[in-house]
């Protein structure tokens, strides 16, 4: 990252209407990029505010940290929506932007005139992004979601492992909402560049089910003349065939025991290998087994996934007899791709990851020192990461009606009349 260089998205202006992960990790992307970006909040402050809240040095509780980790750089202003003048506000603070990101439940940015139609005909350049549940047409249009619900409609649970022996797991990733917030920032990307062509808007969305589809992409296919077997397990499904029968049965058939791309056990721990292509030779025989591929008998194509699973369990024994560090020095010194698995906060401190850029730390004025994931991508003639500071509820009241031409007496007035509210902050 080149710090003296300017930010990617200068100049842009960006209202988050959002709630949760999906739209304001969209926003943050564009906060990186130095976008002015101004959170609307409930009067009473976000909801994140006080989900798992972070400790201060003196011992004191502050912002919750799924608020903190997604507002880095952000202003933010709290305006109460069900009143008229609170809407008008929010319409206002809209027409000033460039870019919309909302992901309210259905029906609701229609109904307080802050969705793309209402906002269009006083802001024509504005671009709208939007993230649903199910996408804009269909019966499942009206229908709420949260990631956990889309990773279930999708398959996604399932297919990512979210069974412990049969049972549902305790599942932390939100793979839906993340990968829904980096599309629609794609999307918002893509149309701020055609608006320098057409001088117009338009509205970008995308959804949670859209996003759950995309991270399958690989298994999320039907072909009607090879893939049989996926109408025969639905229509098992659909007759009551136990889901962990499915389960395995569909195991079986998208995930092979292959003994080159697999995990196993050392005599501490676990090792990913990804000995790909030519490489599987030569990891076969560094564990005293033969690389099947190789052999005579794989010519009989019906004895493949027999001689892949004999491999990898001869494989597994060898392996089981060293340590992690010892199998993770022989595959590196063979030039193989491998990993521990261990846990994510393992990763945290790892110093590897600190000077691999993975990693950012800080010093924050109420939070203290932390760790963090560094922005995603990096660019080598501009400056991509947010600004430290994370808004106090109400911090920005003042300064943002200001920006929009409210004098002082008029931004008093909406304060006492409940409209809008700032921060009691010396």
Not at 213 to 238: C, G, I, M, N, P
């Amino acid at each position: 990252m080149t710090t003296d260089a300017p930010g990617l998205f200068d100049g842009i202006r960006i209202l988050e209407i959002g709630q949760f992960v999906a739209a304001p990790i969209s926003a943050q992307l564009f906060a990186h990029g130095n976008a002015d970006v101004i959170k609307l909040e409930p009067l009473t402050g976000d909801l994140t505010r006080v989900i798992d809240p972070l400790i201060s040095p003196e011992g004191e509780l502050t912002e919750g940290r799924q608020y903190v980790v997604k507002a880095f750089g952000k202003r933010a202003i709290p305006i109460d929506l069900s009143t008229e003048a609170g809407r008008s506000l929010a319409h206002e603070l809209a027409g000033s932007c460039d870019v919309v990101i909302s992901n309210l439940r259905p029906g609701t940015a229609p109904r307080l005139g802050l969705d793309y139609e209402s906002l269009r005909p006083n802001n024509p350049r504005l671009i709208y992004g939007e993230i649903s549940g199910y996408g804009d047409d269909g019966p499942l249009a009206t229908k709420p979601s949260l990631d956990l619900i889309a990773q279930s409609w999708t398959g996604l649970r399932l297919a990512s492992g979210a069974t412990l022996d049969g049972t549902l797991a305790h599942y932390e990733p939100y793979f839906c909402d993340y990968t829904a917030g980096l599309l629609l920032a794609f999307g918002i990307t893509a149309a701020l560049r055609q608006r320098d062509t057409t001088g117009l808007g338009q509205r970008v969305s995308t959804s949670l089910a859209h996003a759950g589809l995309f991270v399958q992409h690989r298994s999320a296919s039907l072909f009607e003349e090879t893939d049989t077997w996926k109408r025969d397990l639905v229509q098992r499904r659909q007759a009551g065939e136990p889901l962990s029968d499915s389960l395995a049965d569909r195991g079986q058939r998208t995930a092979p025991s292959v003994f080159y791309f697999n995990s196993y056990e050392t005599s501490d721990g676990l090792v990913s290998v990804g000995a790909t292509g030519a490489m599987g030779q030569r990891f076969s025989e560094m564990f005293d087994s033969i690389d099947p591929r190789t052999t005579d008998a794989w010519a009989d194509r019906d004895r493949r996934p027999e001689l892949l699973a004999e491999t990898r369990s001869a494989i597994a024994r060898t392996m089981a007899k060293y340590t992690t560090a010892e199998v993770m020095a022989m595959l590196d010194n063979a030039g193989i791709p491998c990993a521990p698995l261990r846990l994510l906060e393992e990763l945290l401190v790892d110093p590897d990851a600190h000077a691999a850029g993975l990693l950012h730390e800080g010093e924050h004025p109420r939070f203290g020192r932390y760790t963090m994931p560094a922005p995603p991508v990096s660019f080598s003639g501009a400056t991509y990461r947010a600004r430290p500071e994370v808004a106090v509820h109400g911090e920005h009241t003042d300064e943002l009606l200001a920006e929009l031409g409210y004098d002082q007496a008029t931004i008093d007035r909406l304060v006492a009349d409940g409209v809008i509210a700032r921060s009691n902050l010396d």
